[in-house]
């Protein structure tokens, strides 16, 4: 992967947004779709490939839009799971917890400092994770 900066740990924290967002998107399509014991898997249901009623078309549409966010999702896990082997690599157990914590799970600073626990602080946890993007950032800067 290269260089672990703060940026690509952003990105990880930013691909996890956006996958619970297409995620809760997904869900609420999926509960739009009429379920009056019509059969609703995007395609028209009658002797011509003509759609006639606008339930059907919805249906489509649905379906077509649910099938590219499915897509996405996808994407967004493989993502996600190539970018969590970053913190996978980390040798500090407080520092690993407070990255997955914050990054992948989406919990705030003051949440990552609550669920490590001992005399964690918001901002202390806030700062040994900035610390440690800086000193990858400086060892990338004299290893380039």
Wanted: proline share 3%; net charge positive; glycine share 4%.
């Amino acid at each position: 992967m290269g260089k672990k900066t703060k940026e690509q740990f952003s990105r990880i924290y930013y691909l996890s947004k956006e996958l619970e967002l297409w995620k809760k998107r997904k869900a609420e399509l999926e509960a739009d779709i009429p379920l009056q014991g019509v059969v609703n898997d995007g395609m028209p249901h009658q002797k011509t490939n003509k759609v006639s009623s606008p339930t059907e078309q919805k249906a489509i549409r649905l379906a077509e839009l649910t099938k590219k966010i499915d897509e996405r999702i996808a994407y967004l896990e493989s993502e996600k799971m190539r970018m969590e082997s970053l913190i996978i690599d980390i040798e500090d157990p407080i520092l690993k917890q407070a990255i997955y914590l914050h990054c992948i799970k989406l919990y705030s600073w003051r949440e990552t400092a609550r669920r490590i626990g001992g005399s964690q602080t918001a901002e202390g946890v806030r700062q040994l994770f900035s610390r440690y993007c800086k000193t990858l950032e400086e060892k990338d800067e004299q290893a380039g």
